[in-house]
């Protein structure tokens, strides 16, 4: 019987002590400075837009901790002997381990703003972060948001709902484009200032400044202009949380290092979701995958190899999805915010400017690569299917409606997207007729 102690309790790292009491006997600490009990990280907005509450957000009863023979320590840790096998709490208390997992998750990034550690100023990410929100939001009379991407567009969202002007900066000359290629990038643009967001592209932060009792007052723009605000929210994307780290031998860059086995350089030491790092990361895929089901499969893997079944980490075909305020995204495969060599693409948007649809393609074979799309919900599995078995754009475009997870009464767009198709590419048309049969068949 192993001691197992895993540093962290979102999801890979509670993913990871539940499958490893399904496994084995091990004894499992799962230690956090952040909560008490696991939550679910990407509900934090939705407690502070009232629409639910933090209990509501904890997937397992409180004594289900204690029943499944998993322990809970709330401290932070300080340090790793990764020699002698221990960790220091911030507590005063030492822990030994025989297998550790770290599962420290991220932190928002600063970029050594002038009054960057001011009160009033800080990112979303932790429930921390979200008291803070509250705490700050009651006389906030104005907010600024400093960089886009999904933490900003929420947090702009969650002020709004207490009717609190935003203003958004942005580097990029359109919200996103480091990850959206341009059509969506700039219907996204558009979407954020019809919320009445004062979205400022091609701009940056160069200081923030204090008002007489140490909190943020204004931010100072890189071309000067001063914007008065109460409250600054740091959304330039987040990094490893891995500080503690340093000294204890086990090797880290941006994250830590990890194998495909998602084994640190350090014997009986793993590292799992936001914070690991691949040596050799997957074709087509980033080396630090900080998305919430990357997390959950990294943590079952992991648990596998802890209980003796070594497991090598194998994603499958990455898909994403998020929300724009109210425009639903979704992502099947890669589309770069720039094509590659040998990329084709066909893009489609709806004249409502609300819903769009791009899909990527092999100039060479016509194989289909990958699609993003928003505004309309398509199928997951089927997305899945046609990518793993390598379809071409032909048979995606003419099965469009087997992918389409709307439903019934509202509005399907897939003859529409054909004949924009054919437009487009008037070197192969691709018939409506299998469209009509899908349909038939579908909904009959």
Not at 46 to 52: C, D, K, Q
Not at 203 to 209: G, N, S
Not at 411 to 436: C, M, P, V, W, Y
């Amino acid at each position: 019987m192993k001691n197992v102690i895993i540093i962290g309790n979102g999801i890979s790292g509670i993913t990871a002590a539940r499958h490893i009491r399904k496994l084995s006997d091990h004894n499992i600490t799962v230690i956090s400075s952040e909560t008490d009990h696991f939550f679910s990280r990407t509900a934090l907005m939705y407690i502070y837009m009232g629409h639910m509450k933090y209990e509501n957000t904890k997937p397992y009863e409180d004594w289900f901790w204690e029943k499944n023979r998993i322990d809970l320590v709330r401290a932070y840790v300080n340090s790793v002997n990764s020699t002698q096998k221990t960790l220091q709490l911030s507590t005063g208390k030492e822990l030994k381990y025989d297998v550790l997992i770290l599962a420290t998750g991220s932190k928002s990034n600063k970029f050594g703003w002038p009054g960057q550690d001011l009160k009033g100023v800080q990112g979303l990410y932790n429930f921390q972060d979200l008291e803070s929100m509250e705490k700050y939001s009651p006389d906030t009379r104005h907010a600024v948001i400093v960089g886009g991407g999904l933490i900003g567009i929420e947090m702009a969202e969650m002020l709004l709902t207490r009717k609190i002007p935003v203003t958004f900066l942005v580097r990029e000359s359109n919200f996103w484009n480091n990850v959206l290629p341009e059509q969506e990038s700039k219907l996204i643009s558009q979407h954020i200032r019809e919320h009445h967001v004062d979205l400022r592209l091609s701009t940056e932060m160069r200081e923030i400044l204090s008002d007489s009792e140490g909190r943020a007052r204004a931010v100072v723009t890189g071309d000067g202009e001063e914007i008065a605000c109460q409250f600054v929210g740091l959304t330039a994307g987040v990094s490893p949380n891995i500080d503690f780290l340093n000294d204890s031998g086990i090797e880290t860059k941006r994250g830590i290092m990890v194998d495909e086995y998602l084994a640190t350089n350090v014997p009986d030491v793993y590292a799992i979701g936001d914070c690991a790092q691949f040596i050799t990361p997957l074709p087509n895929r980033r080396p630090i995958e900080q998305v919430w089901y990357t997390g959950r499969m990294q943590g079952e893997v992991v648990a596998n190899t802890v209980c003796g079944n070594k497991t090598i980490y194998k994603p499958g075909i990455w898909f994403n999805s998020a929300k724009f305020f109210d425009i639903e995204y979704q992502t099947y495969g890669h589309v770069w915010n720039q094509l590659k060599e040998n990329e084709a693409e066909f893009y489609w948007e709806h004249p409502s400017g609300k819903k769009c649809m791009h899909f990527v393609f092999d100039s060479r074979d016509n194989t289909f690569l990958g699609i993003n799309n928003f505004g309309i919900r398509l199928r997951h599995e089927v997305f899945d299917r046609w990518l793993k078995d390598k379809r071409d754009i032909y048979h995606v475009l003419e099965n469009l409606r087997e992918a389409n997870f709307d439903p019934e009464f509202f509005d399907k767009h897939e003859e529409e997207i054909i004949r924009a198709f054919n437009q487009q590419h008037k070197g192969q048309s691709i018939t409506l007729q299998k469209q009509k049969s899908l349909f038939a068949k579908i909904f009959s």
